[in-house]
C-alpha cells in the first residue's frame, strides 16, 4: 500500500449552472462521503455555483477547488477568476492545463506555469492536467509531448513545492468519449510521468507526487484505472454526474488502496 493519498476528483465543467442543483448535488455528497476519511475527495463545480457550493462543502471531508483562475491575483483582468476569490469561499484546489483550456482558450504552458506558481505562493494545490492530444501508438511520441509539457509546467518551481503538487494524466482522445483509455495504457503512462519526474526532479518527487487519471473514468472503469501503484486515484467528468456513482467509484478506489 502506498502513503500517497488517493484522489478522487470531478469536474463539473459548464453542465451544472444553477446553484439550486449544485447545492442539491453537493448536499447528497456530503451525506454520501463526509465520514469517509481515507480518500481525498476534490468538486470543481461550474464557475458560477463556486460560492453556493462552498457553504455546503466547508467543514466537511468534500474539498472545493476551482477549474481555472487568473494569472495574476488582481488587477484590471475583466471577466478573470481571481485566487482571492476562492481563498475567501475557502477553496483549496486549482485545476490547470484540462485540454479545452489549452485548445479552445489557447492556454500555453508559459501561461500554466506562471499560474501554478501563483497557486503555489497562496498555499493552495494545483491539479495540472498533461496529456497527448492524438492517439498514439509510439511510447516516444507519447513520451515527448508529457516531457515537454511537465517541463514547461513546473519550470522553475522549487522541489519541495512541487512535491503538492497533483499530475492528472488527461488525454484529450479519451476525454469525453464513450470509454476510456485502456489501463494498460494508464499504468504505463503513469511509470513514465513519474520517469519523467525523476529526471526532472528526483527519485524522491516522483514517488511522492501524486498521479491520478481522467478520461471517461466511470464506476465500470475505475477499478481497472487504479488497481496499478502508479496511478492514486482519478478526475471524473460526466460520468460521475451522480451523487451515487461518484460514490461507488470512491468506494471501488478505497478498496483497492487499502489492499
Not at 439550486?20 to 461550474?46: C, G, N, R, W, Y
Not at 520517469?195 to 471517461?216: A, M, N, P
Request: charged share 30%.
Amino acid at each position: 500500500m502506498s502513503n500517497r493519498k488517493p484522489i478522487i476528483a470531478m469536474n463539473w465543467a459548464m453542465r451544472q449552472n444553477k446553484n439550486s442543483d449544485a447545492i442539491a448535488f453537493a448536499e447528497q455528497l456530503v451525506e454520501l462521503l463526509d465520514k469517509d476519511t481515507k480518500t481525498e475527495k476534490i468538486i470543481f463545480p461550474s464557475m458560477g455555483t463556486l460560492q453556493a457550493v462552498a457553504k455546503i462543502s466547508n467543514e466537511t471531508n468534500i474539498e472545493l477547488g476551482a477549474q481555472n483562475i487568473a494569472p495574476y491575483a488582481h488587477g484590471e483582468y475583466s471577466g478573470e477568476y481571481s485566487i482571492e476569490s476562492l481563498i475567501d469561499i475557502g477553496g483549496k484546489y486549482v485545476e490547470l492545463g484540462h485540454w479545452e483550456r489549452r485548445t479552445l482558450f489557447g492556454e500555453t504552458d508559459e501561461l500554466i506555469n506562471k499560474k501554478a506558481k501563483l497557486i503555489l505562493e497562496n498555499n493552495l494545490i494545483p491539479i495540472i492536467c498533461v496529456g497527448e492530444t492524438d492517439k498514439f501508438e509510439s511510447k516516444k511520441e507519447i513520451e515527448e509531448q508529457i516531457r515537454r509539457q511537465l517541463f514547461n509546467d513546473l519550470l522553475g518551481i522549487e522541489e519541495k513545492k512541487i512535491e503538492t503538487i497533483i499530475i492528472a494524466y488527461t488525454p484529450k482522445w479519451a476525454v469525453g468519449k464513450t470509454r476510456a483509455s485502456n489501463a494498460p495504457h494508464v499504468h504505463e503512462v503513469g511509470n513514465l510521468i513519474r520517469e519523467i519526474l525523476r529526471d526532472i526532479f528526483s527519485e524522491k518527487t516522483s514517488q511522492i507526487i501524486r498521479v491520478i487519471y481522467g478520461g471517461s473514468v466511470s464506476p465500470e472503469n475505475a477499478r481497472l484505472i487504479v488497481e496499478a501503484k502508479s496511478i492514486d486515484g482519478v478526475l471524473i467528468g460526466r460520468f460521475g454526474s451522480n451523487p451515487e456513482r461518484y460514490a461507488e467509484v470512491v468506494k471501488i478506489i478505497e478498496d483497492i488502496k487499502e489492499t
